[in-house]
């Protein structure tokens, strides 16, 4: 497969009005419907800060939740362009429909420099059905389409397949990172090649289980999926995320790993809870025998040492969806187990979703700043708090500028706090990725600087 994909530099964006398909699924709280991460807005930020920067007008959009067609107020996006508009510093129009004639208006009034979100994309039911009417709609409304939603790509919608028919289409900054990792990691893998696949859903992950089969030594599969390879065994899963028509498929694929030698690693314990909530109650039992009532939530410890274990020594890894509900912190041990061991092999060589690091230390303070000079400049900057007692409470993202572009010659001085960390050097605008597992309220730090 060529991975090698046009993106926003390699066109003129100035003066165009560009459809921006976002992935702005982000959690929420379910009684004040506050949004609680803002890691997948903030992912969005170097192609949007590049478009703008570049002149065009730009009119996001996204889906929110499965309102399967229905007008869920619940589900609106206005809280997401309040929020976009505090990271961006500056106004973000928002379309009270989608191709309706606010939106409409709206984005034949957007002029360059500007910014608008049209309303939640799955209100409209023809959005999952990738109806050819409204794909032209929405593409009528600009002049060029920029994919940057990797967590949608894989799903024949009239937002991410159906506009391209319509409309010139590019990658921006997230999907052609995502593009060039795994091209990296699957023409070529150096091995041991270990994949790490997660997420609520089989149906979402069949081609690449399948694909991953025939190129990876081990496949650790994790999330809500696991319940359904469980279920597929004969497994008691209580309540947890299953597929039924999935089934047959986990054998399957089950029986492809052993054919074709492959260790495929499951969860063998699970931490289940009575409600789908970072304060339900806990309890770590078999993943073959959750109680009635209970749901798989997240790896138990022993999966955790195994997965752990087995990503130790790899040399090629490639990581596609969480543990667990990594969005409960109660939840996300898993996800925090996995990160750590990649982490740690990529320090001893592997070639991961990030590159080599450069070098590493660890900090610990009384709340006062803490300036750590690196010694270059850093693409990508890991930033865990009390890693090794695991101790972790918040995070963090950091955005160094357009991703491909380095303004500066002397830009290598970052600011620790026990509240965060800043770029302190005015020059400093290189590229940059977002730091994972930050404790925003804690002193004790340890960091990982990647070239």
Not at 54 to 65: E, F, Q, R
Not at 234 to 240: E, L, Q, R, V, Y
Not at 252 to 277: C, H, Q, R, W, Y
Not at 278 to 297: C, F, H, L, Y
Request: glycine fraction near 10%; include cysteine; charged fraction near 25%.
């Amino acid at each position: 497969m060529n991975y090698n994909k046009k993106t926003v530099q390699d066109v003129d964006v100035k003066g165009k009005k560009v459809l921006l398909r976002c992935d702005f699924n982000v959690p929420q709280d379910k009684e004040t419907g506050a949004i609680t991460s803002d890691k997948r807005i903030v992912a969005a930020l170097p192609t949007i800060k590049y478009l703008l920067d570049n002149g065009a007008a730009v009119i996001a959009c996204s889906h929110l939740g499965k309102p399967k067609g229905e007008w869920k107020m619940k589900l609106t996006l206005a809280p997401v362009a309040e929020r976009l508009s505090q990271l961006l510093g500056r106004e973000v129009i928002f379309a009270k429909d989608i191709v309706g004639e606010d939106a409409k208006a709206k984005a034949a009034a957007l002029q360059s420099g500007q910014i608008m979100l049209l309303e939640n994309l799955r209100f409209d039911i023809r959005e999952e059905k990738n109806d050819p009417g409204f794909a032209k709609e929405l593409a009528d409304m600009a002049e060029l389409y920029v994919s940057d939603a990797f967590g949608t790509v894989h799903r024949a919608h009239a937002s991410t397949v159906g506009v391209a028919a319509y409309l010139p289409a590019v990658s921006g900054f997230l999907v052609a990172r995502e593009l060039s990792v795994m091209g990296k990691a699957l023409d070529d893998p150096k091995r041991p090649f270990v994949a790490v696949l997660g997420g609520a859903k089989v149906s979402d992950k069949i081609a690449v289980i399948n694909n991953l089969l025939d190129k990876a030594d081990t496949i650790i599969i994790g999330g809500g999926m696991a319940y359904t390879f469980a279920k597929a065994q004969g497994g008691s899963i209580g309540k947890s995320l299953c597929e039924p028509d999935k089934l047959d498929y986990a054998l399957e694929m089950i029986e492809k790993a052993k054919k074709n030698g492959v260790k495929l690693l499951l969860p063998t314990d699970t931490v289940a809870a009575d409600d789908f909530s970072n304060d339900a109650k806990r309890q770590v039992v078999s993943t073959m025998a959750i109680p009635d009532g209970w749901e798989g939530m997240d790896a138990g410890p022993a999966s955790r040492k195994a997965f752990a274990a087995a990503i130790e020594g790899a040399k090629t890894i490639l990581w596609n969806g969480p543990a667990g509900v990594f969005e409960f912190d109660k939840f996300a041990e898993g996800s925090r187990a996995i990160a750590e061991a990649i982490a740690k092999a990529t320090a001893e060589g592997a070639y991961s979703s990030k590159n080599k690091p450069y070098t590493a230390g660890s900090y610990t303070g009384n709340g006062s700043t803490k300036t750590i000079t690196l010694g270059f400049k850093p693409s990508f900057l890991i930033i865990a708090d009390g890693i090794d007692s695991g101790r972790y409470t918040g995070s963090h993202s950091l955005w160094m500028g357009t991703p491909g572009q380095i303004v500066g010659d002397i830009a290598n001085v970052l600011s620790i706090t026990n509240t965060g960390f800043s770029v302190t050097d005015s020059k400093y605008n290189s590229s940059g990725w977002p730091a994972l597992w930050l404790n925003t309220s804690g002193n004790a730090y340890s960091y990982i600087a990647f070239r």
